[in-house]
């Protein structure tokens, strides 16, 4: 605790120290002893806080000579080992903190991946070197001695030092003896480096050819190209599946790392990691290809980032987080949102920062171009790249040669249901079972959606006359049965919200009679294919993929391996198989219900269901044979559907950005929410009320503050739920409202009260 009785002071630090303190959301300020004079923005320090002094560790995000503040300032502590970041991400994190309204100090050591602050497969590497000694300083050396010495000197001097293992086998030594002992008489030098074990390449790096662009593809190329070069400016390619977006990023990429500079691309989550990845490993031989995603193992995550850091790479690949990943912004060139209207940018965890919109401040900071790019774009960035002319729009209204877009047929459920008659009915339905078995037969593959897990939705009594469906106690939601053949009925019910368990009940608690599993889920539907089609064995021909059944990114890679190479007919999965997979072999796609997110009260439900659909029919008719894709829906007319059926995007956000005008909804304004949880109601109602009125009092009513309501699930793991949603038209007056609720106390940063600014998810 010597820092605590100070020396000579030689200055004063802002520290934004790791927990959730609103009161200083910039940090507070200490005084640097001497020793300490050298400490940089970024690094990670130890500081005395509160009345107890407690040792604390925080982040350095200012240094000035004078102190900010009057009276008296402690002092730092010490420095950590913790790798320091560079000054520009911390200057990134002030951004995401004070727009996100998220306290700095979380917002920045969330920036550090958990491997790396806990140096997850670090090494201490001893290297060896020829000593600087005269020659009559030198020993007479023994034979194996000698041998090392000649193997060193003969080394160009940019492959010195060596390793001392490596000098071993060099030398051909069983034992390091005779190096150590050179060490000891001073003919030799030995220094410690630490690095990282996991050496690590992507696997089957195939070189790759550069097709020809067509015009289409040319005209972006060289309208972003010709901005490359101009600093900052927003670039949306709106391409229709299969259009050529991944060879425009791949040119301009080219362009970027041919001047040396580096290129940023951002892809929504790792099932799209393995392609992408292998396509620009494959392009750029020559260059160094960092990957950042949570599929990697945790030393191989702290290998990518350091080199990241060291800036020893050229491109950077990942996930959300990649944007925050300690790159040399000097040399940033470049940065790529691919597939920007997918909501796994938006973190849901605090900073809950959304990772399109933290990469074009990026660009702007930098400053350097952003590209993004979808087949169907969100709103937002729609509605900036039209009618709002902040963003350049490009189009790719044709597929790349040789691809065809799909015949879409939109097959009514309810029509084929009464048809086929309720009995024998499955979620299957007869026009995609048809369907499937021609394409079996022909040769081809199939990918077949159903945005649920597990086996059925919910259980419930068949007595018609009892009411009773199996609920969660901790949460207001049924409870999903998922299937395991050893145990008792069949399987277990699972609560997808808190994750508890159950066995299946014998019979109704109610009533006593017996209970039916009702809502197929791909488990179920897993079995009818089966048997249905003995072609399709399960875990061999047939695959389910989702998160029950790929529970890392290997498994997930293993399956997509061998749906590529035709060994695996039909993949069976939730909404990870609907983004960006690319194989040629895919005759057919199946939505099996296109309606599971469109009557949830969330304003962006019908903009998702284009989406799904869109996204999900785009992943055929990429070979040289035609698909087809069929899409089962209660709605065959609705909006969302038709237009994605008949890939008519400008026509669906057209329609749809009218109605968001017409309710005052995103993205023509901005939207802020708040969700109080507590597990006493009361309680829960009364902090939602006393927040709505604090914010009401403070938003001079440009804000508009609705709530508090319940949330959609009102009730999960016994934390009641409510929410309060705020509106304006841009972010000043949003920003404005809560900052003063924030200093008037009502929003105590506690675990109960989550905000969340842009939300993606109203659940
Ligand atoms: P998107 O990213 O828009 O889905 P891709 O860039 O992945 O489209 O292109 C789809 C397929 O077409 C890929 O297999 C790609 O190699 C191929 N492709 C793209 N552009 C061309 C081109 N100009 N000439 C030939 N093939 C192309
Ligand atoms: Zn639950
Ligand atoms: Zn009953």
Same mark, same amino acid.
């Given at each position: 605790?010597?820092?605590?009785?100070?020396?000579?002071?030689?200055?004063?630090?802002?520290?934004?120290?790791?927990?959730?303190?609103?009161?200083?959301?910039?940090?507070?300020?200490?005084?640097?002893?001497?020793?300490?004079?050298?400490?940089?923005?970024?690094?990670?320090?130890?500081?005395?806080?509160? @009345?107890?002094?407690?040792?604390?560790?925080?982040?350095?995000?200012?240094?000035?000579?004078?102190?900010?503040?009057?009276?008296?300032?402690?002092?730092?502590?010490?420095?950590?080992?913790?790798?320091?970041?560079?000054?520009?991400?911390?200057?990134? /994190?002030?951004?995401?903190?004070?727009?996100?309204?998220?306290?700095? =100090?979380?917002?920045?050591?969330?920036?550090?991946?958990?491997?790396?602050?806990?140096?997850?497969?670090?090494?201490?590497?001893?290297?060896?070197?020829?000593?600087?000694?005269?020659?009559? #300083?030198?020993?007479?050396?023994?034979?194996?001695?000698?041998?090392?010495?000649?193997?060193? #000197?003969?080394?160009?001097?940019?492959?010195?030092?060596?390793?001392?293992?490596?000098?071993?086998?060099?030398?051909?030594?069983?034992?390091?003896?005779?190096?150590?002992?050179?060490?000891?008489?001073?003919?030799?030098?030995?220094? %410690?480096?630490?690095?990282?074990?996991?050496?690590?390449?992507?696997?089957?790096?195939?070189?790759?050819? %550069?097709?020809?662009?067509?015009?289409?593809? #040319?005209?972006?190329?060289?309208?972003? /190209?010709?901005?490359?070069? &101009?600093?900052?400016?927003?670039?949306?390619?709106?391409?229709?599946?299969?259009?050529?977006?991944?060879?425009?990023?791949?040119?301009? *990429?080219?362009?970027?790392?041919?001047?040396?500079?580096?290129?940023?691309?951002?892809?929504?989550?790792?099932?799209?990691?393995?392609?992408? =990845?292998?396509?620009?490993?494959? @392009?750029?031989?020559?260059?160094?290809?960092?990957?950042?995603?949570?599929?990697?193992?945790?030393?191989?995550?702290?290998?990518?980032?350091?080199?990241?850091?060291?800036?020893?790479?050229?491109?950077?690949?990942?996930?959300?987080?990649?944007?925050?990943?300690?790159?040399?912004?000097?040399?940033? =060139?470049?940065?790529?949102?691919?597939?920007?209207?997918?909501?796994?940018?938006?973190?849901?965890?605090?900073?809950?920062?959304?990772?399109?919109?933290?990469?074009?401040?990026?660009?702007?900071?930098?400053?350097?171009?952003?590209?993004?790019?979808?087949?169907?774009?969100?709103?937002?960035?729609?509605?900036?790249?039209?009618?709002?002319?902040?963003?350049?729009?490009?189009?790719?209204?044709?597929?790349?040669?040789?691809?065809?877009?799909?015949?879409?047929?939109?097959?009514?459920?309810?029509?084929?249901?009464?048809?086929?008659?309720?009995?024998?009915?499955?979620?299957?339905?007869?026009?995609?079972?048809?369907?499937?078995?021609?394409?079996?037969?022909?040769?081809?593959?199939?990918?077949?959606?159903?945005?649920?897990?597990?086996?059925?939705?919910?259980?419930?009594?068949? &007595?018609?006359?009892?009411?009773?469906?199996?609920?969660?106690?901790?949460?207001?939601?049924?409870?999903?049965?998922?299937?395991?053949?050893?145990?008792?009925?069949?399987?277990?019910?699972?609560?997808?919200?808190?994750?508890?368990? #159950?066995?299946?009940?014998?019979?109704?608690?109610?009533?006593?009679?017996?209970?039916?599993?009702?809502?197929?889920?791909?488990?179920?539907?897993?079995?009818?294919?089966? @048997?249905?089609?003995?072609?399709?064995?399960?875990?061999?021909?047939?695959?389910?993929?989702?998160?029950?059944?790929?529970?890392?990114?290997?498994?997930?890679?293993?399956?997509?391996?061998?749906?590529?190479?035709?060994?695996? %007919?039909?993949?069976?999965?939730?909404?990870?198989?609907?983004?960006?997979?690319?194989?040629?072999?895919?005759?057919?796609?199946?939505?099996?219900?296109?309606?599971?997110?469109?009557?949830?009260?969330?304003?962006?439900?019908?903009?998702?269901?284009?989406?799904?659909?869109?996204?999900?029919?785009?992943?055929?008719?990429?070979?040289?044979?035609?698909?087809?894709?069929?899409?089962?829906?209660?709605?065959?007319?609705?909006?969302?559907?038709?237009?994605?059926?008949?890939?008519?995007?400008?026509?669906?956000?057209?329609?749809?950005?009218?109605?968001?005008?017409?309710?005052?909804?995103?993205?023509?304004?901005?939207?802020?929410?708040?969700?109080?949880?507590?597990?006493?109601?009361?309680?829960?109602?009364?902090?939602?009320?006393? *927040?709505?009125?604090?914010?009401?009092?403070?938003?001079? =009513?440009?804000?508009?503050?609705?709530?508090?309501?319940?949330?959609?699930?009102?009730?999960?793991?016994?934390?009641?739920?409510?929410?309060?949603?705020?509106?304006?038209?841009?972010?000043?007056?949003?920003?404005?409202?809560?900052?003063?609720?924030?200093?008037?106390?009502?929003?105590?940063?506690?675990?109960?009260?989550?905000?969340?600014?842009?939300?993606?998810?109203?659940?």
């Amino acid at each position: 605790m010597e820092g605590l009785f100070p020396q000579k002071t030689t200055g004063f630090v802002r520290v934004a120290v790791d927990r959730g303190l609103d009161r200083y959301p910039d940090g507070l300020t200490y005084a640097l002893d001497e020793e300490l004079a050298d400490v940089t923005i970024g690094e990670e320090v130890m500081v005395p806080l509160g @009345r107890g002094n407690t040792p604390t560790p925080g982040y350095v995000v200012l240094k000035t000579p004078q102190s900010e503040t009057d009276g008296p300032v402690k002092h730092v502590l010490s420095r950590t080992k913790t790798p320091a970041l560079p000054e520009g991400l911390i200057e990134l /994190a002030r951004w995401i903190s004070s727009y996100y309204l998220a306290p700095l =100090g979380p917002t920045i050591s969330s920036m550090l991946p958990a491997p790396v602050r806990r140096r997850t497969g670090s090494v201490t590497q001893r290297m060896i070197d020829l000593a600087n000694v005269s020659p009559e #300083q030198t020993k007479s050396p023994t034979k194996k001695q000698k041998t090392v010495l000649e193997v060193l #000197q003969a080394l160009p001097s940019e492959a010195r030092p060596v390793e001392r293992r490596k000098l071993m086998q060099l030398a051909d030594l069983q034992t390091p003896g005779p190096i150590d002992r050179l060490v000891k008489n001073g003919m030799l030098e030995e220094t %410690r480096q630490t690095a990282i074990e996991a050496a690590w390449r992507m696997a089957g790096v195939q070189k790759m050819d %550069r097709p020809t662009p067509t015009e289409a593809q #040319q005209r972006v190329i060289d309208g972003i /190209a010709a901005e490359l070069a &101009n600093g900052f400016s927003t670039h949306l390619i709106r391409g229709v599946t299969g259009a050529g977006k991944t060879e425009v990023y791949l040119q301009l *990429i080219e362009q970027v790392v041919t001047l040396n500079r580096i290129a940023l691309v951002l892809v929504p989550e790792i099932s799209l990691t393995p392609q992408t =990845g292998a396509r620009l490993t494959g @392009r750029f031989p020559d260059h160094r290809v960092a990957l950042l995603h949570s599929g990697l193992t945790a030393a191989q995550r702290h290998q990518q980032w350091s080199q990241v850091a060291n800036d020893e790479v050229d491109i950077i690949l990942g996930a959300r987080s990649a944007v925050l990943s300690p790159l040399n912004r000097n040399r940033l =060139g470049l940065i790529v949102v691919d597939e920007e209207h997918d909501h796994s940018y938006k973190q849901d965890s605090m900073p809950r920062y959304h990772g399109r919109d933290v990469a074009i401040r990026l660009g702007q900071m930098t400053p350097c171009p952003v590209v993004l790019g979808s087949a169907t774009p969100s709103l937002e960035s729609w509605a900036n790249a039209t009618e709002k002319g902040v963003f350049h729009l490009h189009d790719l209204p044709e597929r790349a040669p040789g691809l065809i877009l799909p015949k879409v047929r939109i097959v009514d459920m309810a029509k084929d249901r009464h048809r086929e008659g309720a009995a024998t009915w499955s979620a299957l339905g007869p026009t995609l079972e048809q369907a499937l078995g021609e394409t079996l037969d022909a040769g081809g593959q199939a990918l077949l959606l159903l945005n649920r897990r597990g086996f059925a939705s919910y259980l419930t009594c068949r &007595n018609k006359a009892c009411d009773w469906m199996l609920t969660c106690d901790d949460c207001d939601v049924s409870m999903v049965m998922h299937r395991q053949h050893d145990l008792p009925r069949g399987g277990f019910v699972r609560c997808h919200h808190c994750l508890s368990e #159950q066995r299946v009940p014998r019979s109704c608690p109610a009533c006593g009679q017996g209970i039916t599993a009702m809502g197929q889920r791909t488990q179920r539907i897993e079995e009818i294919l089966s @048997r249905r089609f003995p072609s399709l064995v399960a875990n061999e021909t047939l695959r389910r993929i989702d998160s029950d059944t790929m529970r890392t990114a290997d498994d997930l890679h293993q399956v997509l391996e061998a749906f590529g190479e035709g060994e695996v %007919r039909v993949l069976l999965g939730t909404q990870m198989i609907a983004k960006g997979l690319d194989y040629p072999g895919v005759r057919l796609v199946g939505v099996l219900d296109a309606d599971t997110s469109i009557h949830l009260p969330d304003f962006r439900a019908s903009e998702r269901t284009f989406q799904l659909v869109a996204q999900v029919c785009g992943r055929c008719g990429r070979g040289e044979a035609p698909g087809r894709a069929i899409i089962q829906t209660y709605n065959p007319e609705m909006p969302a559907i038709e237009c994605a059926a008949s890939g008519q995007y400008r026509q669906f956000a057209a329609a749809e950005l009218d109605d968001r005008r017409a309710c005052g909804l995103p993205p023509i304004s901005r939207m802020a929410r708040l969700v109080i949880q507590d597990q006493n109601l009361h309680r829960c109602e009364a902090q939602a009320q006393a *927040i709505k009125e604090q914010l009401a009092a403070s938003s001079d =009513g440009e804000v508009d503050v609705r709530g508090p309501s319940d949330c959609v699930i009102g009730r999960i793991a016994q934390r009641y739920r409510k929410q309060i949603e705020l509106l304006a038209a841009s972010p000043g007056p949003l920003h404005a409202a809560l900052l003063k609720a924030r200093a008037s106390g009502v929003l105590d940063g506690s675990q109960r009260v989550t905000l969340d600014i842009d939300p993606m998810s109203l659940m």
